[in-house]
């Protein structure tokens, strides 16, 4: 069964930077695409970037210029670079596929709180 761990969150003030982490277990890693989701307070949740197998990511014009994912396939590992943060990225965090493997897959997630 897939799983994925995410990690790195934390409160930081606009314009400020954090980078979030997934670990993913259960899947052939290396062969499928991958994505950040965010779901912040009160709203659904949302793909904020993605990176296929052979590394070609692509982002919500929200975050395009301001995050970067990236992956590595010997540690099952993907990324979010996040930098000037502003309060309207506020929301927890999660990794799943591209597309999601499932409606039982979704870790827990990572809160990153923008806010001065």
């Known amino acids: 069964q897939v799983q994925f761990v995410d990690s790195g969150g934390g409160l930081v003030q606009p314009g400020g930077s954090l980078r979030l982490s997934c670990a993913a277990s259960?899947?052939?890693?290396?062969?499928?695409?991958m994505a950040w989701y965010r779901q912040p307070p009160g709203k659904q949740r949302e793909l904020v970037a993605s990176?296929?197998?052979?590394?070609?990511?692509n982002y919500a014009d929200s975050v395009k210029g301001r995050f970067t994912i990236s992956r590595d396939n010997t540690e099952n590992t993907i990324y979010l670079q996040m930098s000037s943060l502003k309060p309207e990225d506020t929301a927890v965090y999660f990794c799943?596929?591209?597309?999601?493997?499932?409606?039982?897959?979704w870790g827990q997630g990572t809160q990153v709180t923008v806010s001065s």
């Open positions: 259960g899947t052939r890693f290396s062969l499928y695409a």
């Open positions: 990176i296929t197998d052979g590394r070609t990511s």
């Open positions: 799943n596929g591209n597309p999601a493997y499932g409606s039982n897959s």
